[in-house]
């Protein structure tokens, strides 16, 4: 299986199982539509919405697309392809935006993965954090490239400088970038990470564990972002320089083609690095003890505590 045809193939993730038959093809509007479907669940101030607190801390524990499109049809008859309002969307996070986008595209004829990385366009500078976790949709174009597309974004959602189907590449960087950029002296650990009401949690530990979900994301298992296991739950301490050569691996597999228009010395992406993954990489990375999704993951859920959640081997990649 060449690297187009595994990225139309849907994960057990990201299955949709039956889709409207005038879904559209153009990944425009189905950015539109998704984020026609999905409100984030900390967003319902910025739309002026009171989000129900059961949704706003349970939604978002939904891991697949199936129980998310079977949540928006049991809170609205509307059709998935018409307008909703606020109330009969699904309050999730941005990887149910970039997860659903992916459906989608996948599922009308585009190859398409989920990125998980850090981005700068919805950090108002009142923490040390310049670089936010986040998670993003790529999608291949016909003539072979691949571009970012944040459908949370879409629509004009929110006041971005780009477009939202081409989010440039110093903007949103996938983890393994950050993790280059971090290594190599570029960039400071703790400019990436999460500012929470609980406080802000940052640096080096936490680029680590978005490199080890971006790559289980790229090998079709998309999990949820508080999920960890192997390398992604090891504390500091215990990381080892073997650990650490093994994340560079997998920055250089997830993360190979950083070029700069004006710079070669910085490890910083601009916008003109183009991402040309292996696929024959990332599975043999997927394989390896420290890093595959085993059959029991811990989740350190937002607002329900940290969980042991057991995983079918169908759905560990």
């Known amino acids: ?72 049809r049991e809170r609205s008859r509307t059709p998935l392809t018409e307008h909703r309002e606020l109330g009969e969307r699904f309050a999730g996070t941005c990887r149910d935006f970039a997860l659903l986008m992916c459906a989608f595209l996948r599922a009308t004829g585009t190859p398409a993965r989920v990125r998980c990385g850090f981005a700068t366009y919805f950090e108002d500078g009142s923490s040390p954090v310049t670089h936010g976790d986040h998670w993003v949709t790529e999608y291949r174009l016909p003539d072979g490239s691949w571009r970012l597309a944040d459908a949370q974004v879409a629509d004009g959602a929110h006041d971005v400088p780009f477009d939202p189907l081409d989010v440039p ?53 998309e999990v949820l972002p508080w999920d960890a296991w192997g390398l992604a739950a090891k504390g500091e301490p215990e990381v080892t320089a073997d650990d650490l050569a093994l994340l560079d691996a997998v920055a250089a597999a997830t993360a190979p083609s950083i070029t700069s228009a004006t710079s070669t010395t910085s490890a910083l992406p601009t916008m ?46």
């Open 1 to 72: 299986m060449d690297s187009n045809d595994f990225h139309l193939k849907q994960s057990p993730y990201s299955d949709p199982g039956a889709v409207p038959a005038e879904l559209p093809a153009d990944p425009r509007e189905l950015a539109a539509l998704v984020r026609n479907l999905l409100i984030h669940r900390e967003e319902g101030g910025h739309f002026g919405y009171a989000m129900p607190e059961e949704r706003r801390r349970e939604d978002a524990e939904a891991r697949y697309v199936s129980e998310i499109l079977r949540i928006l």
């Open 169 to 221: 590449r110093d903007q949103f960087l996938v983890a393994g970038a950050a993790w280059r950029a971090c290594r190599a002296g570029d960039a400071d650990p703790d400019a990436f990470g999460i500012p929470l009401p609980t406080g802000t949690l940052q640096g080096l530990w936490f680029v680590r564990g978005n490199v080890v979900r971006d790559l289980a994301a790229l090998g079709g298992v």
């Open 272 to 317: 003109s690095a183009v991402s040309a993954v292996s696929t024959e990489e990332i599975r043999r990375l997927c394989a390896d003890p420290h890093l595959t999704v085993p059959a029991e993951i811990t989740s350190h859920t937002t607002y329900l505590g940290v969980r042991q959640v057991r995983l079918p081997e169908s759905l560990r990649g």
